[in-house]
């Protein structure tokens, strides 16, 4: 069964363009809970050890330059189906080929600065999620169920 969460970063370039409201606009239309939020200035250790998968990756240095260049904002999203729905919301990488109505087409500069980041599996979303919020700071909504509702 596909999980429940998701975890995003509003990009640095996103954020200095005054996206984060039109961005999280978009989020909250597309029906997702913000379980968790912060604006963080990423260290460049930090930056390198999120992307490593990508560390061989000719455009890796400038990827790190990018993510440190500014705050970002990190956040746990919670919907039926959150992962696949939003890297659906969001749209291809690269924003010349992501669909009209997609954040990235919206708000994407470059296949680099691509306005925001979605995790790709329910592993990643939990790995993520885990590293940039503790416990007190996670807010998720309880589905209730008829019996437990009043
Ligand atoms: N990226 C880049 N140049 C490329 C491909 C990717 O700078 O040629 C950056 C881009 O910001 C992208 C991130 O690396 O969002 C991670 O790449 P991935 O292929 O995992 O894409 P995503 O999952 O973010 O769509």
């Known amino acids: 069964m596909a999980g429940t969460i998701t975890f ?3 990009k640095p370039g996103a954020v200095k363009n005054e996206h984060i409201g039109p961005i999280l606009d978009k989020i909250s239309d597309a029906g997702f809970h913000i379980a968790a939020m912060k604006m963080v200035q990423l260290s460049r250790s930090e930056a ?5 998968i990508h560390k061989d990756k000719p455009f890796f240095e400038d990827l790190v330059e990018f993510m440190v260049s500014g705050p970002i904002v990190a ?3 919670q919907k039926e189906n959150a992962v696949d729905d939003f890297r659906k919301l969001i749209g291809n990488t ?3 080929k992501a669909e009209p109505g997609t954040i990235r087409h919206m708000f994407a500069k470059s296949v680099q600065a691509n306005a925001v980041h979605g995790s790709d599996s329910d592993e990643n979303a939990q ?3 885990e590293y940039f919020f503790a416990g007190y700071e996670k807010f998720f909504e309880v589905k209730k169920t008829s019996c437990s509702e009043k």
């Open 94 to 96: 690269d924003p010349t």
């Open 48 to 52: 390198r050890s999120f992307y490593c």
């Open 8 to 10: 995003t970063i509003i």
């Open 127 to 129: 790995k993520e999620s």
């Open 75 to 77: 956040a746990i999203l």
